[in-house]
Structure formats: C-alpha cells, structure tokens
C-alpha cells in the first residue's frame, strides 16, 4: 500500500480524496498497489466529514512520517507551498500539485530538487486542469520540435466572453454573474487580467523549449476592456473574441503573449466556449494537435492530481525526466510580431483617408447602431508599426487578429 498526504482540503484537496475513493479499485490496478490518504494538512477542522480523523494542522506531523510517500499540494500561492514542497523533498517524498503559481515561480529548481534525491516533482494539474497536456509536451511529443503553442486556458474569461457574444450583455453585468455562479473569484484580477493564463503558457513554453520563460517578460493584456460593442463588429466580419495565451517559435526566436485576439471559423480554438479549454500544438512532424476539455472544476482538476499520484506511485525510486533547465530562455521582442489588427476609431467612414494616410490600405467596417465611430482591419503588420500608426488617429480600441487556420 501507498501511503499519501494531503495540503488543503479545498475544491482541488476534497476532489483529489473522492477521485482515490471513487475509483479505488481501477487505481489500485494502474498504480500496481493501493493508494490510501493518510494525513490532510488543514488549518481548519471538518466535524461531521470523515476527513477529520486524518486531518493535521501541523506539516511536521506529515513531513516526520516515513510512511508518507507522497505529498499532494493543492493549497495554492507561493508560500507557504514552495518552503512545503521544499521541505517534502528534502524528506524524500515526491510531490504533485495543481498550483501553477508554485511551478511558474519555481518549476525547474523543485524539478531538479527531485531528480537528486530519484524522486517526482508532478504538476499535470497546473495547466489545463483535467486536459492531459504536461505529460504529452513531456513524453508523446519529444520527437517533434514544437514551432506554435495557442490555449484558451482560463475558463473565466472564456465564460465571460462567450456569454457576452452569445448575448450582447456587458463585461460588468457578465462577470458579476460569473462571480455568482463561482465562475469567477470576489477578486478576479488574476483571471480577467490574464495573469492566470500567463502564467500557464510560461509553464508550457518552457517545457516546449527546455528553458525557463519568466511569465513577467510575456506581454499580457486582460478582457476588463472588451465591450458589447466589439462583439457586434466581430459578428460582422465572422469573427469571435478569444483571450489566447500564445508561444511559438521563428526564426530561432520565441515569442509569447497573451491578450484577447479576433478568430475565424477556420481556427482550431473558434468552438471552445463557455469555462471550457483548448490547446492547439504545431510541431515540426505530427503537424497540429488538439487537446479540449475541462480546464477546471473540482473533479476534472482532481483527476489530473490522481493520474500524477499513480505515476509518482509506480515510479516509486525514479525520476521521470522533464527538460526543463533553470536557463533562462531570452523571448523575441514583441513589437517584431507581425499580425493583423482591429481597430475601432472615432468619426465617420468619411474620415477614412486618415486611417489610411497612418495605416496604408484599410478594410473599413461599420455596424448599424454604433454612431460616432466606425472600425478597420489592418493589413499585417509588426505591433511597433501600428503603435507608431495609432498614435496619429484617434483610437477607441483594438484588438489583435489570429489568423490561424486548420
């Protein structure tokens, strides 16, 4: 039997104990032994709930245990989870977790924490929640170099917008009710800002690459500032809005950011809504993958926990490998980007010449019901080209265009 501990009984923590109940039989037969939860490490008490027998209050109690042989942290943040996870090592006990805080912050030296010692330091859950996307960067795609990396990977901010596109409503009054569906955080800066996502395609970048990304070089832009009014003239040039979190590799240089971008029908991510994820992957060799799922919620989050725990179980005494070096990997400046843009300006389709005088040629877009302004896609160009260009006219918004296709 495999003995494990616990890090907060929350959403995720409370997920990972019914997923190992749930399916205790079939794990047992995958991980090739029982998995039992031993100890759960909360600052709270759980009368009525049969946790409480196994619920300690100090890490010590879990940290002492030779019995333990796996430590599952799904507290969140930075601290006191990193000096937790540290100190598990050090104790010789692997580690999963969900928290993709922890391993953007920390990910390579926790990684090489455990190669030492012949132990696991697992995180599937930090990116995608329930979508598998860790383990096929890390084993089923090594034989492809990874050239494009493009996720919705915040099912907030998805919600979000595909509510307001669905049904004209305003990023107010649908995040407001995203909050009361618990969708979104009282404080929903790291979603709605794009941190959250951010940091993920860090996370992803940097196995693609073998090398660390610092997720506070990536530029990064949130939804807070999308209207109705740029879903209506979405709909009129078929496009919908996204927040995409992006990496992709040119000319030897990689380049990432995350913002909200316009796409087609053509585009791999165009059917992914509501809190669902999706991830598109261009390699070299296999050409375009997708993964879709649920990438967040109790379950699908705590089904990605457990599948780590089974691998740390049947590896017991081995490191899996991940490439991922402490080496910091120099991004590509953003303002070389080359991409297309929707632009909404003030003034009249008269007032066309402007534009184009700033911009050169200009597909004009008008939508009844919108006075005032009017709006234009751009030819492609680099971002530092249209900042100089925006600076002549006088600029409403603008949204950045994906132009991938399948």
């Known amino acids: 039997m495999a003995k494990i501990a616990v890090l907060g009984y929350g959403t995720v ?53 030779p019995e ?5 942290e799904v507290m969140g943040g930075i601290e006191p989870a990193f000096t937790f996870v540290k100190r598990a090592l050090e104790a010789g006990k692997s580690v999963c977790t969900s928290n993709k805080a922890l391993v953007a912050e920390h990910g390579p030296e926790l990684l090489e924490m455990a190669k030492q010692r012949s132990l696991n330091f697992m995180f599937e859950a930090s990116v995608g929640g329930g ?23 915040n099912g907030t901010t998805n919600y979000i917008l595909t509510k307001m596109d669905r049904e004209g409503s305003s990023y107010e009054d649908t995040l407001k009710e995203a909050q009361e569906l618990g969708y979104a955080e009282r404080n929903p800066e790291a979603d709605v800002e794009g941190y959250d996502a951010c940091r993920k395609i860090a996370i992803l970048t940097s196995l693609a690459y073998g090398s660390t990304v610092k997720f506070e070089e990536i530029r990064t832009e949130g939804i807070s500032r999308i209207t109705a009014a740029d879903f209506k003239y979405a709909e009129k040039l078929g496009f919908v809005v996204k927040l995409l979190a992006t990496s992709c590799k040119k000319d030897d240089k990689v380049y990432a950011i995350t913002a909200p971008f316009m796409i087609n029908s053509s585009h791999p991510l165009y059917n992914v809504n509501d809190v669902l994820n999706g991830i598109y992957i261009h390699g070299n ?18 089904s990605a926990v457990v599948a780590d725990i089974v691998d740390c179980v049947k590896h017991k005494g081995k490191n899996v490998m991940t490439v991922w070096s402490a080496k910091k990997l120099e991004l590509g400046d953003a303002d070389d980007e080359i991409r297309r843009f929707f632009v909404r300006v003030k003034g009249e389709p008269s007032d066309l010449a402007a534009v184009e005088s700033a911009f050169g040629k200009v597909e004009p877009v008008t939508v009844e019901g919108i006075n005032g302004e009017f709006g234009f896609v751009t030819e492609a ?26």
Do not use: C, W
């Open 13 to 65: 923590g409370s997920g990972v104990v019914e997923v190992l109940d749930t399916n205790k039989e079939s794990i047992k037969k995958r991980a090739g032994k029982e998995i039992e939860v031993k100890s759960v490490l909360d600052l709270r008490d759980f009368p009525g709930d049969p946790i409480q027998e196994k619920i300690v209050h100090n890490i010590d109690d879990i940290i002492n245990d």
């Open 68 to 72: 333990i042989e796996v430590v599952v």
């Open 131 to 153: 979508i598998p996307i860790i383990r096929p960067l890390n084993q089923s795609l090594t034989a492809d170099e990874i050239t494009k990396i493009t996720g919705i990977l």
């Open 285 to 302: 060799v296999i050409g375009n993958v997708m993964f879709f799922g649920a990438g967040a919620g109790k379950l699908p989050t705590a």
């Open 381 to 406: 160009m680099p971002e530092r080209e249209f900042a100089q260009a925006a600076e002549k006219i006088d600029m409403i918004y603008r949204i950045r265009i994906d132009d991938t296709t399948i």
